[in-house]
């Protein structure tokens, strides 16, 4: 009799520590495939992203004028979180979105009366910083980190 108590013993708290671990690990288990899941969208939407600048012009009272088209298949939301830097001779410059930019600054207009900046649509940045006669660089950046680099002279 005394190991049929033992047995059971053994046999209940084998079942206790079984079902401890499975409620241990099914939620990690859900979480990592979550996060998977969340990564792999990501992932999507800038394989689906791409950008273009297709001329870069700038003029010596300070105003740098870039079209950008969107060549990819996704929207770029928040066209005012893209980043732009301009290499200068002295070094670069990470430039700021204000709306009705007038120094150090860059604002901007989408072509052709377009709603978004959507595939197939071009984006007219309007850059104001001061800069002299030579080459620069220009990078534009869309918020998911797609990046565009072009180089113009003034």
Do not use: H
């Amino acid at each position: 009799m005394e190991k049929v108590i033992t047995t059971a013993m053994l046999v209940i708290a084998s079942l206790v520590a079984a079902i401890a671990l499975i409620n241990a690990v099914l939620p990690a288990t859900g979480k990592s495939a979550g996060a998977l899941a969340a990564a792999n969208s990501e992932a999507a939407k800038r394989i689906k992203t791409d950008i273009d600048i297709i001329y870069a012009t700038g003029d010596t009272s300070g105003t740098i004028t870039v079209w950008v088209k969107n060549v990819g298949t996704q929207i770029i939301r928040s066209v005012k979180d893209s980043d732009i830097i301009i290499e200068k001779p002295s070094g670069a410059a990470r430039l700021s979105y204000v709306d009705g930019c007038s120094s150090e600054c860059w604002d901007f207009t989408l072509e052709d009366s377009a709603s978004a900046w959507s595939s197939r649509v071009t984006v007219k940045f309007t850059i104001t910083t001061a800069v002299p006669t030579g080459n620069f660089s220009v990078s534009v950046a869309a918020p998911n980190g797609i990046l565009a680099l072009k180089d113009f002279s003034v």
